[in-house]
């Protein structure tokens, strides 16, 4: 178990530009999901894949945002036209579904994004 | 509308003593609460967790209570230790299904040596 990786750990961006985060997910787990988070908040739920398959998605993200997992591997996200409002810790997880129970979600150490 | 509220943002405790790290809930369809904890630069980290069929669950140090009724689940941490000094997340959802977790804004325990 290498743990859920994210990269990269920082990234600073001037308004305007697009930025792309990758997570790679613990190997056997089928589930991946993306949080935000800013100071003070807990993390919140912006997508989550079923393997290939993006099956929610949250208010939060705007037509900016996009997410892919391509072939249930890894996972992109990517903000387009970022904003000062964008910045924050981007979280990604990853979790097993058993088929009947749910199981904790594992996170990686996060994306800080700051945009300036 | 937060559906999960921890309403303390921070708790000092002496070491040794008992830590006890409170949540409260508003949707009646949560049957499924986890309690994380977090160091500055890294992600949650997932501690225990509970099933609404059950009111306690114990890990070594650590258990979670669970009061449906009430809506409220509290963390104890017994006894406390100075690594146990972090932020704690309460998070809820659906023990089947695909509803996301959904996280309190977080309590930070600092355990004094």
């Known amino acids: 178990d290498t743990g859920v990786s994210q990269n990269p750990r920082h990234k600073i961006t001037k308004r305007g530009q697009n930025v792309t985060f990758r997570c790679d997910p613990i190997?056997?787990?089928?589930?991946l999901y993306w949080y935000r988070q800013t100071l003070g908040q807990g993390p919140e739920f912006l997508t989550y894949?079923?393997?290939?398959?993006?099956?929610?998605k949250s208010r939060l993200l705007s037509d900016r945002f996009s997410a892919e997992r391509p072939k249930g591997s890894f996972s992109t996200l990517e903000i387009q036209r970022t904003e000062q409002g964008d910045s924050a810790m981007y979280l990604c997880?990853?979790?097993?579904?058993?088929?009947?129970?749910?199981?904790?979600?594992?996170f990686g150490n996060g994306t800080r994004l700051t945009v300036t | 509308d937060q559906q999960v509220k921890q309403n303390s943002p921070s708790l000092s405790v002496q070491e040794g003593r008992i830590s006890i790290l409170n949540c409260d809930y508003t949707?009646?369809?949560?049957?499924?609460f986890l309690w994380y904890k977090k160091y500055p630069a890294e992600g949650p980290t997932f501690l225990i967790s509970?099933?609404?069929?059950?009111d306690k669950n114990e890990d070594g140090r650590f258990t979670v209570f669970l009061n449906k009724s009430a809506k409220h689940l509290s963390l104890h941490i017994v006894p406390s230790q100075p690594g146990d000094s972090a932020v704690y997340f309460c998070?809820?959802?659906?023990?089947?299904?695909?509803?996301?977790?959904?996280f309190g804004k977080g309590t930070r325990l600092s355990v004094i040596a």
């Open positions: 997880a990853s979790s097993l579904d058993r088929g009947r129970w749910n199981s904790p979600l594992h």
């Open positions: 949707n009646s369809m949560f049957d499924y």
């Open positions: 509970i099933s609404s069929i059950k």
């Open positions: 998070a809820a959802g659906a023990l089947s299904g695909n509803t996301p977790l959904v």
């Open positions: 894949f079923q393997n290939e398959a993006q099956l929610e």
């Open positions: 190997s056997e787990h089928n589930r």
